[in-house]
Antibody, heavy 120, light 110 residues
Framework: EVQLVESGGGLVQPGGSLRLSCAASGFTFSSYWMHWVRQAPGKGLVWVSRINSDGSSTSYADSVKGRFTISRDNAKNTLYLQMNSLRAEDTAVYYC?????????????WGQGTLVTVSS | SYVLTQPPSVSVAPGKTARITCGGNNIGSKSVHWYQQKPGQAPVLVIYYDSDRPSGIPERFSGSNSGNTATLTISRVEAGDEADYYCQVWDSSSDHPNYVFGTGTKVTVL
């Protein structure tokens, strides 16, 4: 059974940092591109970042570029999101998601999410 | 950037059919995927590649895509179908490819 379990969320002050983790199991983690998607309270889904299967290629939404860093440790089956210079507008539930690529990428498995609150 | 527009809400009686639209410029040329999200839960994939269903998703869920509109259809709606639904595409048309979600539609079962 595919499982994605996020951790690391919490309350942080504006300008602070936080590192999210996503522990994967039930599939060959090193074979899949992985993503972070966030959802502000009461709002819709917004793509944040993605990393390819071996970690050599990354991409970011403009809203987080230069502040967030996605990475992975395939030996530990874990995905990370390092978030620096956090702003109030980064407050959201952050989901990690596994992507399938073929005719057009989609997210076939999601974690339960971890809440990040940026507030003084 | 590419925009996907969905109606904010759709109401449907049990046993009837709900249709949720997702509008985008020439969306028929893209692969559209749909997610269901119940309150307090993570999204769940219900349709991929316009009309394919993942294992475990009831046949009551179907999809179509043509022109400027993609549609998710839920037949014989049940109370358990009450949720938010999001469409999603990958937009490679700009110089910054992006994974785009629709604005979301809240389905209410009357």
């Amino acid at each position: 059974e595919v499982q994605l379990v996020e951790s690391g969320g919490g309350l942080v002050q504006p300008g602070g940092s936080l590192r999210l983790s996503c522990a994967a199991s039930g599939f060959t983690f090193s074979s899949y591109w992985m993503h972070w998607v966030r959802q502000a309270p009461g709002k819709g889904l917004v793509w944040v970042s993605r990393i390819n299967s071996d970690g050599s290629s990354t991409s970011y939404a403009d809203s987080v570029k230069g502040r967030f860093t996605i990475s992975r440790d395939n030996a530990k089956n874990t995905l990370y999101l390092q978030m620096n210079s956090l702003r109030a507008e980064d407050t959201a539930v952050y989901y990690c998601a596994r992507a399938e690529y073929g005719g057009g990428p989609y997210f076939d498995y999601w974690g339960q999410g971890t809440l990040v609150t940026v507030s003084s | 950037s590419y925009v996907l527009t969905q109606p904010p809400s759709v109401s449907v009686a049990p046993g009837k059919t709900a249709r949720i639209t997702c509008g985008g410029n020439n969306i028929g040329s893209k692969s559209v995927h749909w997610y269901q999200q119940k309150p307090g839960q993570a999204p769940v994939l219900v349709i991929y590649y316009d009309s394919d269903r993942p294992s475990g998703i009831p046949e009551r869920f179907s999809g179509s895509n043509s022109g400027n509109t993609a549609t998710l259809t839920i037949s014989r709606v049940e109370a358990g179908d009450e949720a938010d639904y999001y469409c999603q595409v990958w937009d490679s048309s700009s110089d910054h490819p992006n994974y785009v979600f629709g604005t979301g539609t809240k389905v209410t079962v009357l």
